[in-house]
Nanobody
Framework: QVQLVESGGGLVQAGASLRLSCAAS????????MAWFRQAPGKEREFVAG????????NYADSVKGRFTISRDIAKNAVDLQMNSLKADDTADYYC?????????????????WGQGTQVTVSS
């Protein structure tokens, strides 16, 4: 079955960096767009960053543009999220998602498969 397993979360101070990784299995990785979403306590899940399956195009939420970078390694079936200049507002559970479509999407309902999440806490 399809599995998405996130890793790399943790507790850091504001201004620090973290790199999240998502390992995918049970699917043809190159056929899926990938994305990272996050959900802070008491808030709805929100889009963070996405990468398309064909050309590797990327898009980002305005709140993370210039600080976060999404990348994928098709040979390793993995997608990473490099997070720099972290802020307290970035504190959330971060989820990896996969969707079988050709472009980019920011709505969670477009994505079929989800990981269990990894927690990121940024202290101010």
């Amino acid at each position: 079955q399809v599995q998405l397993v996130e890793s790399g979360g943790g507790l850091v101070q504001a201004g620090a960096s973290l790199r999240l990784s998502c390992a995918a299995s049970g699917l043809t990785f190159s056929s899926y767009a990938m994305a990272w979403f996050r959900q802070a306590p008491g808030k709805e899940r929100e889009f963070v960053a996405g990468i398309s399956r064909i050309y590797g195009s990327t898009n980002y939420a305005d709140s993370v543009k210039g600080r976060f970078t999404i990348s994928r390694d098709i040979a390793k079936n993995a997608v990473d999220l490099q997070m720099n200049s972290l802020k307290a507002d970035d504190t959330a559970d971060y989820y990896c998602a996969a969707g079988k479509f050709g472009g980019l999407a920011i709505r969670s309902k477009e994505y079929e498969y989800w990981g269990q999440g990894t927690q990121v806490t940024v202290s101010s």
